[in-house]
């Protein structure tokens, strides 16, 4: 019988690990160093904030695994023999494979600040990030969290529950000024001013210094602010965690190179997740795609390959979702924060400050291309159609109650869009 | 900010203060059966109850006694029922039934030599002229003359006269005798406590419930500046004493299960709870008392309207939840509670028009079909109105909305695990093993109360309408009361109130709509297989966190469907409406839309490779 190791339990390596098992009788092996059990990483903030505990983060039940003989190895991999197809672990026991995938995920970036390995500096990634969290979180006086992106305001809600200060480093001139235009980036600073954070923007965290027990006590930004604090959360980013391939002969850049049938350069090993990089990027995705459902459907495809039923992993329209403190925000299709020079958008906003979309759709064609969505809900469904269908912004305009996904009784907002829609461009024929 | 925090700790300290004072209430007082009391308590009975309980009373030097706690003196009553009971049946005996004497002369006159002769010619020369007595035994024992029985062993015909006459006693009694159950010992009781709360219950009942009132309030209120952005805000509920199964939570689950049996089991300790209530009670009808029913029912809208204004603002951003929460709060208030203190003073049965059967158990049990009947058309119509609800409404609605239009926007249980159950709708198992323990007492439950009905509703026709066949009021050898009685206690008082709400902070709000409501059990099934419900999972956007299955209140495990991208269909599903709330990232809607598709496993999401999913979502 065929085996198959898995390193990395997250959502890649456990999608995979279940469909191969639907599709087919072959010993699957999953090793991790972080936890025993699969749980999602997306809801370790709620632990902290009290919403859950911590088994209530796996989606599968315990005895999950055995029933589905999928074994899990709870060991961290020293590195990876692959002219044996073997994989040598921290207690140097050898694991054979037949198939190897690497879906290790990520790891925090640091870029080379002075004190960035102190006690009291962490990154908010693994589960052993939150234990350390926590035992900081006692008597912490503020945190200082650098980086605007999503995994920053995250940790910047969970700070807040339980009254800790936070000072908030941007390195643009608006919050994740890279992904969201002017309008939502504004919007979510206004309500993350509203939450007492102190946001500083066009700022850059110089090094962090330490007290006499080499705990950080204060950061010093490029302009040369000073802010004390017991907490520092590097958020920059993450990229993938691929140092114990050193030397294996697997082919790597920043990620694990893979083609797009997710294969490396060794034949019986593949990388999906975080920690692939593919060799020329998937139309405007990015060559390492670090997010939840990239890793699942990285996972759905090749389990089809490594039964047989080989497949490009070929995902369709882009999509994504974040809830920033309490407003949500869902995108499909591409809105670009500078608009190509093809694109044109569209955007209306609630005078609440807190309800936003932003249309992008082609100049000339006037085909739909994207939306962001802040404050409403909308059909995953709807818009997958739209976009794969081609409509028109028109369609979309007059169309957008089918997309609403918020809860009954909920206020609609469909009309006063198509109204703006209508006044700013009279000539179309909505 | 500062005061604000101060404010909310003397709400707080307000709160938890009434709730001392409110336990501290049923030690307040003493008890004494005085004459007034026993006059008072038995009006409805004949004078010579009165008297002669005043009698016994007096001998046993009870009459006056001043006793300080409700449990010695319910032991008094107790035992004083019994002598009660023993003497007035020995006084009705020599009064009108058959003494020893007699007994014996007519065994010396039957049996002669061995042989056994028993006619009315035997009662005729032992009683004289005595006809009333004559009546009486020849009534009972003709099928005994020799004429119509041969006893062949004088120990047979000793033994069915001996029997016969015991029951002629004990039903020349039964007219005087008092019951030794909890309404004849609440009654006593309520009539028996003396003290400040009876003097002032006014005062009382704003140090009870107008403290608690207000405190609760200033707490929840102030909590509004405190989390003053609108959202989920659900932080340290696990972190907290009160919401993990702390032992603020240890303190609550005692307190409310020794609500729950004092309530249903033992009323006559907590009158004093019930007298300061009176006041309220007498709104409705002047003079009228409270009894432990009206104690619970003004607790109830107390606790729903106190924490339905706590989900009012805990939910401002979600108008599903605030219209469901004004559901439930307006059926409560108007039809489980008003309107069964109004209509009786229309002569009209004082019963809750929104229950529907089988959650309403005793819907169609003799007393109260008779209690209809009597009512006139109105009465009537409201019978109809009940039968109509439960087998044309309900199915109709369910099909259209899904069980939900009862179970959270209706029901006076659904109401009260939506309001005050709130803060413990996290705690409910969401394990595999739950799932499988929950199918195995809510359908078994549903079957019982289908035979109860199926027995009780037979002998009720027969008393109704055609009395010479109700016999021993039995169908399929089940005694139509005895099952009754069975189930009220076991489902009614121990299942629905005991462990379904007394249990909140430990198995959360919903053990008993999850694991025993019956009337939850048969919406469930047309909601599984006959209806326009879901909970719509959108596309590929779960994220797996888990929020849905911690916070849903029937411990479905939505996450398990969601991050599938397979919509919710459940029978157990009460379309609360919080797994929608809490998702962060959108994915859950409650719908109410076409069968097709309702039902869709997915075995690839939506946003990944078109021909594979076309591959396999169609296989």
Same mark, same amino acid.
């Given at each position: 019988m065929?085996?198959i190791?898995i ?11 279940r ?6 009788d072959?010993?699957?092996?999953i090793v991790?160093?972080?936890t025993?059990?699969?749980?999602s990483?997306t809801?370790?903030m709620?632990?902290y ?5 911590f088994?209530?983060t796996q ?5 999950f ?6 074994d899990?190895v709870?060991k961290? #991999?020293e590195?990876?023999?692959?002219t044996?197809?073997?994989?040598q672990?921290e207690?140097?026991s050898i694991?054979?494979y037949?198939?190897l #995938?690497?879906a ?10 002075p004190g960035?390995d ?7 990634y693994?589960?052993q990030?939150l ?10 006086k503020?945190?200082v969290? #650098?980086?605007g992106?999503?995994?920053g305001?995250?940790?910047a ?5 339980r ?5 908030f480093?941007v390195r643009?001139t608006?919050?994740?000024?890279g992904v969201?235009p002017e309008g939502?980036a ?6 993350m ?6 946001l500083?923007?066009?700022t850059?965290?110089?090094?962090i210094i ?6 950080a006590k204060?950061?010093?930004t490029?302009?040369?602010d000073?802010?004390?604090?017991n907490i ?5 980013g993450?990229?993938?965690?691929i140092?114990?391939l050193?030397?294996s002969g697997?082919?790597?850049?920043k990620g694990v ?5 997710l294969?490396?350069n060794i034949?019986?090993?593949?990388a999906i ?7 020329e990027?998937?139309?405007y ?5 670090a997010?939840?459902y990239?890793?699942?459907?990285m996972?759905e495809?090749l389990a089809?390959t490594i039964c ?6 070929n995902p ?10 309490d407003?949500?925000?869902q ?6 924060a500078k608009p190509?020079s093809?694109?044109?958008q569209?955007y209306w906003?609630h005078?609440s ?5 932003r249309i992008?759709y082609?100049?000339?064609?006037m085909?739909f291309?994207?939306?962001?969505i802040f404050?409403?809900?909308m ?5 997958d159609?739209?976009l794969?269908e ?9 169309n957008?109650?089918q997309?609403?996904?918020?809860p009954?009784?909920?206020k ?8 703006q829609?209508k ?6 024929k909505? | 900010?500062k005061?604000i925090?101060t404010?909310?700790?003397i709400?707080l300290i307000?709160f938890?203060?009434?709730v001392f004072?409110?336990i501290v209430t ?5 008890y ?6 026993i006059?008072?308590t038995?009006?409805?009975k ?7 309980f ?10 006056g /006694?001043?006793?300080g706690?409700p449990?010695?003196?319910n032991?008094?009553?107790t035992s004083l ?9 020995k006084?009705?005996?020599i009064?009108k ?5 007699e007994i014996?002369?007519i ?6 030599g061995g042989k ?6 035997v ?8 006809s ?9 024992t003709n099928?005994?003359?020799?004429s119509t029985k041969?006893?062949g062993?004088?120990?047979d015909f $000793?033994n069915?006269f001996?029997?016969?006459?015991v029951?002629i006693?004990r039903?020349?009694a039964?007219?005087f005798?008092l019951y030794?159950?909890k309404?004849t010992?609440f009654?006593?009781?309520k009539?028996?406590?003396? =003290? ?7 005062? +009382?009942l704003f ?7 207000i ?5 929840i209120?102030?909590g ?9 805000k659900?932080?340290g509920?696990?972190?907290s004493?009160?919401t ?11 307190f ?7 309530l ?5 300790y907590i009158?004093n709870?019930t007298?300061?209530v009176?006041?309220l009670?007498s709104?409705?009808k002047?003079?009228?008392r409270?009894?432990?029913w009206?104690?619970y ?16 603002? $805990?939910y ?8 469901r ?9 108007i039809f489980a509670?008003?309107?069964v203190e109004?209509?009786p003073?229309?002569d009209?049965?004082g019963?809750?028009? $929104? ?7 005793n819907?169609?049990?003799?007393w ?13 119509f409201m019978?109809?109105?009940?039968v109509?609800l ?7 609605m369910?099909y259209f909305y899904g069980k939900r239009?009862?179970c959270?926007w ?5 109401g009260l695990?939506e ?8 705690l409910?198992d969401k ?19 289908i035979?109860?009905?199926i027995v009780?509703?037979?002998n ?8 010479s066949?109700? =016999?021993?009021s039995t169908l399929?050898?089940?005694n139509a ?7 009220g206690?076991l ?7 005991v462990?379904g709400?007394?249990? +909140?902070?430990i198995?959360?709000n919903?053990?008993w ?5 019956p009337l ?9 297989? $006959?209806?326009?419900?879901?909970i719509t999972t959108n596309g590929?956007?779960?994220?797996s966190?888990?929020?849905c ?6 411990g479905?495990d939505?996450?398990a +469907?969601?991050q599938?991208?397979e ?8 379309g609360c409406?919080?797994c929608?709330?809490?998702?962060p990232r959108?994915v859950?809607?409650?719908?109410n ?5 309702r039902i869709?496993?997915n ?5 990944n490779?078109?021909n ?6 169609? /296989?």
């Amino acid at each position: 019988m065929e085996h198959i190791v898995i390193i990395g339990n997250g959502i890649s390596g456990v999608t995979l690990a279940r469909h191969i098992r639907k599709n087919s009788d072959k010993k699957i092996t999953i090793v991790s160093a972080e936890t025993e059990f699969f749980f999602s990483r997306t809801a370790l903030m709620y632990v902290y904030m009290g919403h859950m505990k911590f088994e209530h983060t796996q989606s599968y039940e315990n005895h999950f695994w055995k029933k589905n003989r999928i074994d899990l190895v709870f060991k961290r #991999v020293e590195k990876v023999i692959s002219t044996e197809n073997s994989l040598q672990m921290e207690d140097n026991s050898i694991l054979k494979y037949d198939k190897l #995938v690497i879906a290790a995920g990520s790891k925090s970036n640091k870029f080379g600040w002075p004190g960035q390995d102190l006690k009291g500096v962490l990154g908010l990634y693994h589960k052993q990030d939150l234990e350390v969290l926590e035992d900081l979180s006692k008597n912490a006086k503020r945190a200082v969290i #650098v980086g605007g992106g999503l995994i920053g305001i995250e940790l910047a809600e969970m700070l807040l529950t339980r009254n800790i200060p936070v000072t908030f480093l941007v390195r643009e001139t608006n919050f994740w000024g890279g992904v969201l235009p002017e309008g939502e980036a504004k919007l979510i600073g206004r309500h993350m001013l509203e939450h007492h954070i102190d946001l500083r923007f066009e700022t850059n965290l110089k090094e962090i210094i330490s007290d006499e027990n080499g705990r950080a006590k204060a950061i010093v930004t490029e302009k040369g602010d000073v802010i004390e604090c017991n907490i520092v959360g590097l958020t920059v980013g993450v990229s993938p965690n691929i140092d114990f391939l050193k030397g294996s002969g697997i082919e790597t850049n920043k990620g694990v190179l893979v083609n797009r049938f997710l294969e490396t350069n060794i034949s019986n090993i593949y990388a999906i997740g975080d920690c692939a990089e593919q060799h020329e990027a998937i139309g405007y995705r990015k060559n390492i795609e670090a997010v939840w459902y990239t890793g699942r459907m990285m996972g759905e495809v090749l389990a089809q390959t490594i039964c047989g039923n080989k497949m490009q992993y070929n995902p369709g329209h882009w999509f994504n979702s974040a809830k920033f403190l309490d407003i949500e925000y869902q995108t499909y299709g591409w809105v670009w924060a500078k608009p190509k020079s093809y694109e044109k958008q569209f955007y209306w906003e609630h005078k609440s400050g807190k309800i936003a979309i932003r249309i992008s759709y082609h100049k000339e064609t006037m085909e739909f291309l994207g939306i962001n969505i802040f404050g409403i809900r909308m059909r995953h469904e709807f818009f997958d159609k739209v976009l794969t269908e081609k409509k028109s912004v028109d369609f979309v305009i007059e169309n957008l109650k089918q997309a609403n996904f918020d809860p009954e009784f909920y206020k609609h907002y469909e009309k006063e869009i198509a109204s703006q829609f209508k006044n700013e461009f009279p000539t179309l024929k909505t | 900010m500062k005061n604000i925090k101060t404010l909310r700790l003397i709400g707080l300290i307000l709160f938890i203060a009434s709730v001392f004072i409110f336990i501290v209430t049923l030690f307040i007082g003493s008890y004494s059966l005085t004459e007034l009391v026993i006059k008072d308590t038995f009006s409805s009975k004949s004078e010579r109850v009165i008297s002669t309980f005043t009698k016994v009373a007096k001998e046993r030097g009870v009459l006056g /006694k001043e006793i300080g706690n409700p449990f010695s003196f319910n032991d008094e009553i107790t035992s004083l029922l019994e002598e009660y009971n023993a003497k007035i049946t020995k006084d009705i005996e020599i009064e009108k039934g058959l003494s020893e004497e007699e007994i014996n002369q007519i065994f010396e006159k039957t049996i002669q030599g061995g042989k056994i002769s028993y006619s009315k010619a035997v009662l005729e020369s032992v009683f004289q002229n005595n006809s009333d007595k004559i009546k009486l035994v020849d009534e009972a024992t003709n099928w005994m003359y020799s004429s119509t029985k041969n006893y062949g062993k004088a120990a047979d015909f $000793k033994n069915d006269f001996t029997n016969k006459i015991v029951d002629i006693n004990r039903s020349n009694a039964q007219e005087f005798l008092l019951y030794d159950n909890k309404y004849t010992k609440f009654d006593i009781a309520k009539a028996a406590v003396t =003290g400040p709360l009876k003097e002032n219950k006014k005062g +009382y009942l704003f140090l009870t419930f107008g403290l608690g009132i207000i405190g609760s309030l200033v707490f929840i209120i102030t909590g509004l500046f405190l989390e003053p952005i609108a959202g989920i805000k659900n932080n340290g509920i696990y972190l907290s004493e009160a919401t993990n199964r702390g032992w603020v939570a240890l303190f609550v689950f005692g307190f409310l299960v020794s609500f729950y049996i004092l309530l249903y089991f033992c009323p006559y300790y907590i009158v004093n709870w019930t007298n300061i209530v009176d006041p309220l009670k007498s709104m409705f009808k002047e003079g009228e008392r409270a009894s432990q029913w009206f104690l619970y029912g003004i607790l109830y809208c107390v606790s729903m309207i106190v924490m339905g204004i706590r989900m009012f603002i $805990k939910y401002r951003h979600n108008s599903y939840q605030i219209v469901r929460t004004a559901s439930v709060l307006f059926f409560q208030i108007i039809f489980a509670f008003l309107l069964v203190e109004i209509l009786p003073l229309f002569d009209l049965p004082g019963v809750d028009l $929104k229950n529907a059967w089988p959650l309403d158990y005793n819907f169609v049990t003799d007393w109260n079909v008779k209690q209809h009947l009597d009512a006139g058309h109105l009465g009537k119509f409201m019978f109809v109105w009940s039968v109509i609800l439960s087998l044309i409404v309900v199915p109709v609605m369910v099909y259209f909305y899904g069980k939900r239009w009862y179970c959270s926007w209706v029901c006076g249980c659904g109401g009260l695990a939506e309001t005050l159950g709130d803060p413990y709708r996290q705690l409910s198992d969401k394990r595999l093993i739950a799932w499988k323990i929950e199918r195995w007492t809510i359908y078994p439950i549903f079957v019982f109360a289908i035979i109860m009905t199926i027995v009780v509703g037979y002998n009720t026709y027969n008393i109704v309408y055609n009395p010479s066949n109700v =016999g021993d009021s039995t169908l399929f050898g089940i005694n139509a009361y005895k099952i009754n009685e069975i189930y009220g206690f076991l489902i009614g008082s121990i299942f629905a109130g005991v462990i379904g709400t007394g249990f +909140y902070p430990i198995l959360g709000n919903r053990t008993w709509c999850r694991f025993g409501c019956p009337l939850a059990a048969y919406m469930g099934i047309i909601q599984r297989f $006959k209806s326009r419900f879901r909970i719509t999972t959108n596309g590929g956007q779960c994220i797996s966190c888990g929020n849905c299955s911690t916070y849903c209140e029937q411990g479905i495990d939505v996450r398990a +469907y969601a991050q599938k991208g397979e919509n919710i269909v459940r029978a157990s599903c009460v379309g609360c409406g919080v797994c929608s709330a809490v998702c962060p990232r959108g994915v859950l809607k409650l719908e109410n839309a076409s069968e097709k598709g309702r039902i869709n496993p997915n075995e690839i999401l939506l946003g990944n490779d078109v021909n594979l999913m076309d591959l396999l979502n169609q /296989k």
